[in-house]
């Protein structure tokens, strides 16, 4: 079975421009969480999806966006960026919610904001 | 709100020798704990999740409940341990994760 896939690896863009990320699960799985990774701040939770819908969202701005195709696979968005948005941005996939359905990471997607 | 605590940033240690990460959590329902590894240039992987109970490369990790902890123990490391270790709890309803600030661990030959 393939592995949770981001797409792009990296991105280069510039303050006020935005940014789309997209995240493939692996087959069969419906929820779709994305974190961002940073040396100063860990891993912080971003939203999750299930089915097309938003479950559950972390403390970040509106600028951050999210969503989930019929397909299950995810895109995030970041519009007006800033420095701070300097970040790995990981995918994670699981089969439902559950102790028998932990999650699973993408390589992540690396955004760096000049 | 929930919490993780991974109070030692850096654990060197020598090939052979007993290593344990410490984990502490906060969380007023019954949470979920799982640890997870990075090694260098690869994807974070799942490690181990208390519910299993289970071994895996030579790690297990109990959960204490009295104490909330989820300590991970391994009785005698290897140089393939070195890697980034991240406890994370995940809350009963959904899939949100809370992680650690991590765990760099260094096995020295």
């Known amino acids: 079975k393939a592995g949770v896939t981001q797409t792009p690896r990296y991105l280069i863009k510039t303050r006020g421009q935005q940014?789309?990320?997209?995240?493939?699960?692996?087959?069969?799985?419906?929820?779709?969480?994305?974190?961002?990774?940073?040396?100063?701040?860990?891993?912080?939770?971003?939203?999750?999806?299930?089915?097309?819908?938003?479950?559950?969202?972390?403390n970040f701005p509106g600028r951050f966006s999210g969503r989930q195709f019929s397909n299950s696979r995810s895109e995030m968005n970041v519009s007006t960026l800033e420095l701070g948005d300097s970040a790995l941005y990981l995918c994670a996939s699981s089969l439902e919610?559950?102790?028998n359905s932990p999650l699973h990471f993408?390589?992540?997607?690396?955004?760096?904001?000049? | 709100a929930q919490r993780v605590t991974q109070p030692e940033k850096l654990l060197s240690v020598?090939?052979?020798?007993?290593?344990?990460?410490?984990?502490?959590?906060?969380?007023?329902g019954s949470p979920e704990l799982f640890w997870y590894v990075q090694y260098s240039r690869q994807r974070l992987q799942l490690l181990l999740r208390h519910i299993s109970r289970e071994s895996i490369k030579g790690f297990t990790a109990d959960l204490n409940k009295g104490e909330t902890s989820f300590h991970l123990k391994k009785p005698f490391a290897q140089e393939e341990d070195s890697a980034m270790y991240y406890c994370a709890l995940r809350e009963?309803?959904?899939?949100?994760?809370?992680?650690?600030?991590?765990?760099?661990?260094?096995?020295?030959?």
Do not use: D
């Open chain 1, 19 to 58: 940014v789309t990320l997209s995240c493939s699960p692996i087959s069969g799985h419906r929820s779709v969480s994305w974190y961002q990774q940073t040396p100063g701040q860990g891993l912080q939770f971003l939203f999750e999806y299930f089915s097309e819908t938003q479950r559950n969202k972390g």
């Open chain 1, 97 to 99: 919610q559950g102790p």
């Open chain 1, 106 to 114: 993408g390589n992540g997607t690396r955004l760096t904001v000049t």
């Open chain 2, 14 to 28: 020598f090939k052979g020798a007993p290593v344990e990460l410490k984990c502490n959590y906060s969380y007023s």
């Open chain 2, 92 to 109: 009963a309803a959904g899939n949100k994760l809370t992680f650690g600030g991590g765990t760099r661990v260094l096995v020295k030959p």
